[in-house]
Structures are given as structure tokens and as C-alpha cells.
């Protein structure tokens, strides 16, 4: 006869063996969410990582009742390899607006930014992360919240690395970005890459200054303007600079359009030219942005 803290103990680890076993069979959950309870809510129960290699649109609901937002997930071809993958989480532009709710709204993912760089395999050529495109609807859903919910649901339905989270955002999304940087004093993010935008509220960056930040954009973007991420650069300065100065890199006569992200995210494609100084300080030439991002953890 089984007693009844022995039953217990079964059912514990058939619920722990359920949680990494959900998704089609196959152990892709996070280890995190086999030892934070607090991310079980979030785990899935089908269509997570299922074509390791290619960019795939999951609409909200076709990973499980967990899943709230649509997304495109993208893990590289050796992905059941290891369990500690670093992540990129892409925060998209006013193009990619949508719903989340169909394949349809998500499609501009296959031919915007960085999802549409992996879709034709124009990014980082070594495939070293998994990268996440959360779709948001309007300006007010790219909330602080809503970007930390899809982060604890990639911790809990991924192989990452929970002190690798990296965050990116183009155009738009550094209101996403701002926001989830300014509630959270930098949140889980180990280093934010913006490509052709500024994070606001600015007077705000002085909570998030302890996390490494490279900002990149077109000399002649009228839309975003280096000007208004001098200012970023400036609050996270403040008094006392942070451990890791952020980084301004210029490219030369580039406007508010596709160039800086194609420049920013294919490193072997970029030959623009480059601006060496602005308002006094010091620019940052460009280099291979994947590894920049390895640099740091938490």
C-alpha cells in the first residue's frame, strides 16, 4: 500500500513531468519553468518549437489557452541541443501592427525587420538565438505589462537562458521598450539594442542606466532624430555614468526607412558609411551586433 505522503510526492512529479512534457511530447519548456512555480500558468501545451530553423507565425491560441498574444518564434536548427539558448525579444514598428489573431496579421513579420531577416536568412549567419516577435495591436498595448507577460511566457515555454534576455526594438517599438525598461528599473533584460528610435519616457532611462543599451539610426532620420536619443544618452549618463557608457552609431545620410534595420541586423551587409561625433560625444562604430549582445548577462 502507497501512503499518503508517498502519493503526494508521485503527484508532484507527475505534474512536474507534465509541465516539461506538455508540448506535443517533446521536453521544450524552459528549465525555468520546471523550478519558478510562478511561471506555470504560463506553460504551453502544443506548437512550441516545432520547426527548429525557420520563422514561424503562431496566431494567439495555437499554443494553448497560455498564450495571449500571437507571435513569430524563430529557434535555431540545433535547438534540442541544449537548454540554455540566449533570446532576442523583438519589439516591431507601427508596420507591424495587428491583432495577433490570424497568420494574416502576422505576416508582415516574414518581410519586416529582424523576423523578415531570419525568414531569408540575413542576420546573424552563426543562428546562436532564439528570437521572439510579440505582435501589438495599437500604442497603448505595447504596455509595460504586456511586454512582461511575454517575457515570463517565453521563460516558461522556451529552452533559454533566463540571464541572456535580450531586447531589441525598431521605430515604434521603443515606446514598448521605454516603458518595460522604466516600470521594471530594466527588467530582465541583459542588454537592448534600439535600431532607429528613442526609449521614453527619457527622463525615466535613469532607472534602467545599469542595463547596456546601443542605439542605432540614420544621421538624416527626421522621424526618431539623433537629437531626442542624445537625450537618452544623456539621462542615462546623469551624474555618475553608468558601469557600461551606451553606444550612438550614425549611419551617414540614412533616414527614418529600411536601411538602418538592414544595416543593423546583417553585419556582413553592412558598408555605409559612418558619422564619428555628435553633439559632443563620441560615436560608436558599427560591429557585429550578436556578439555585442553576448557580452552581457545578468
Not at 145 to 159: D, E, G, L, P, R
Not at 241 to 250: A, N
Request: aromatic share 12%; hydrophobic share 35%.
Amino acid at each position: 500500500m502507497i501512503s499518503g505522503k508517498r502519493k503526494m510526492k508521485l503527484f508532484f512529479l507527475s505534474f512536474t513531468m507534465g509541465l516539461l512534457f506538455s508540448c506535443n511530447g517533446n521536453p521544450t519548456t524552459s528549465s525555468s519553468s520546471a523550478t519558478d512555480t510562478s511561471l506555470a500558468k504560463y506553460v504551453c501545451t502544443k506548437n512550441i518549437a516545432t520547426t527548429p530553423g525557420s520563422l514561424k507565425l503562431l496566431p494567439v491560441g495555437t499554443t494553448g489557452t497560455p498564450q495571449v498574444r500571437g507571435y513569430a518564434e524563430y529557434v535555431p536548427p540545433n535547438y534540442t541541443s541544449k537548454d540554455n539558448w540566449p533570446v532576442i525579444i523583438n519589439l516591431h514598428g507601427d508596420g507591424e501592427l495587428g491583432d495577433g489573431l490570424t497568420e494574416a496579421s502576422l505576416t508582415p513579420f516574414t518581410y519586416s525587420c529582424l523576423p523578415g531577416m531570419i525568414y531569408n536568412n540575413t542576420w546573424d549567419k552563426q543562428h546562436r538565438f532564439v528570437v521572439l516577435s510579440p505582435q501589438f495591436s495599437t500604442y497603448a498595448d505595447r504596455s509595460a505589462v504586456n511586454v512582461n507577460t511575454f517575457v515570463q511566457y517565453a521563460k516558461a515555454n522556451y529552452k533559454i537562458d533566463a540571464t541572456r534576455i535580450y531586447m531589441t526594438a525598431v521605430s515604434g517599438g521603443g515606446v514598448a521598450l521605454g516603458n518595460y525598461l522604466s516600470t521594471y528599473s530594466g527588467g530582465e533584460a541583459a542588454a537592448v539594442l534600439p535600431v532607429s528610435c528613442y526609449l521614453p519616457p527619457i527622463a525615466s532611462a535613469t532607472k534602467w542606466k545599469a542595463v547596456p543599451a546601443w542605439f542605432l539610426l540614420g544621421s538624416a532620420d527626421s522621424t526618431v532624430k539623433p537629437s531626442n536619443v542624445v537625450k537618452n544618452y544623456t539621462a542615462i549618463m546623469g551624474t555618475t555614468p553608468p558601469t557600461v557608457v551606451p553606444k550612438i552609431t550614425l549611419y551617414t545620410g540614412v533616414g527614418h526607412d529600411a536601411n538602418s534595420v538592414n544595416k543593423t541586423y546583417y553585419p556582413e551587409g553592412n558598408d555605409n558609411k559612418l558619422e564619428t561625433s555628435f553633439s559632443g560625444i563620441t560615436l560608436t562604430p558599427y560591429s557585429n551586433i550578436y556578439d555585442w549582445f553576448l557580452l552581457y548577462h545578468k
